[in-house]
């Protein structure tokens, strides 16, 4: 399993100074809890507009999409839940189940979204996810933007995390948590500022399920060759789990939709949205563009 808080520890992170732009987002937000019989999920939104659903990565809840939220909410509804399992959502079940998640989540869809159609964008493990889902909502579904994608049969690079569980002493677990963003987040060490190392601990110290194996069944594929709706992908130059085997990426894109968008963000790594967001919004934008010209044709 994932490490995650002690029982009965303080949040540490949540009246940090430079956590406070994060809960000033997190208060903005509309916040929607939908339960069924399997679970639970916790909905936030912002803005109004067309629907985007964006599904955050392993590990983490809808702050992985901080620096995205105020910028598309400009000209969109941002609806991101916290996946089950991790943030304020229930727990999904031991194994993580990803077919169960994705029918909480379409739960979610079905109560917020009712029958409007919609652009998804799935981060990392939220694009796997966001697979799942798209076998039970392709109808609805405008475009997918996958996004640091994993999960399909284009090497990809082991990441070895440190842990940081048994540690009491705060500033070294939060340098421990500052190690592991550099490890698989972030490529630049001088873009990991105070914000994303309290997001990577608020986000791992709640997480209560462990990715790996989902991910290891590389699932992307079969679920999107089943659904067959509009793709785009998007990722960091130096994506610490990709890099350099894009070409695979790209190619296995094209065999996917032929006219898919490829984004190439540079001199970013996997967490590319908050590394390089100004560049990443700009991406994320041409790909939801591409999708409404490709439905105008």
Not at 25 to 43: D, I, K, M, Q, S
Not at 85 to 110: K, W, Y
Not at 184 to 205: F, K, V
Request: proline share 5%; hydrophobic share 40%; net charge negative.
């Amino acid at each position: 399993m994932l490490d995650s808080a002690p029982h009965g520890s303080s949040p540490e992170w949540s009246n940090h100074a430079a956590f406070a732009p994060v809960a000033e987002l997190n208060r903005e937000a509309r916040r929607t809890e939908v339960a069924t019989e399997e679970g639970f999920a916790v909905w936030r939104e912002w803005g109004t507009g067309p629907a985007l659903v964006m599904l955050h990565g392993g590990a983490g809840s809808w702050s992985h999409f901080f620096r995205q939220i105020r910028f598309f909410a400009q000209n969109y509804r941002v609806i991101v839940p916290d996946l089950p399992g991790f943030g304020d959502s229930a727990d999904c079940n031991r194994d993580a189940e990803p077919h169960r998640m994705a029918r909480i989540l379409a739960a979610g869809i079905d109560r917020l979204v009712e029958t409007e159609r919609f652009h998804l964008v799935g981060f990392s493990y939220g694009g796997i996810i966001g697979s799942f889902l798209a076998r039970l909502l392709a109808p609805r579904i405008d475009g997918f933007v996958i996004v640091g994608g994993v999960g399909f049969e284009a090497r990809r690079n082991d990441v070895n995390l440190s842990s940081w569980r048994r540690i009491s002493d705060t500033e070294q677990r939060r340098a421990r948590h500052r190690d592991n963003l550099l490890a698989i987040m972030i490529a630049d060490p001088g873009r990991i500022d105070e914000t994303a190392i309290l997001i990577q601990q608020s986000n791992a110290e709640r997480s209560r399920h462990d990715t790996r194996p989902t991910a290891r069944t590389k699932p992307l594929t079969a679920n999107l060759d089943a659904t067959r709706i509009p793709l785009a992908a998007i990722w960091g130059e130096r994506d610490q789990l990709a890099v350099p085997y894009f070409d695979e990426r790209r190619a296995w894109l094209a065999a996917r939709d032929p006219d898919a968008c490829f984004k190439l963000i540079e001199d970013a790594g996997h967490w590319v949205q908050y590394e390089a967001a100004d560049a990443f919004n700009a991406a994320l934008t041409d790909c939801l563009r591409s999708f409404a010209e490709r439905a105008d044709k």
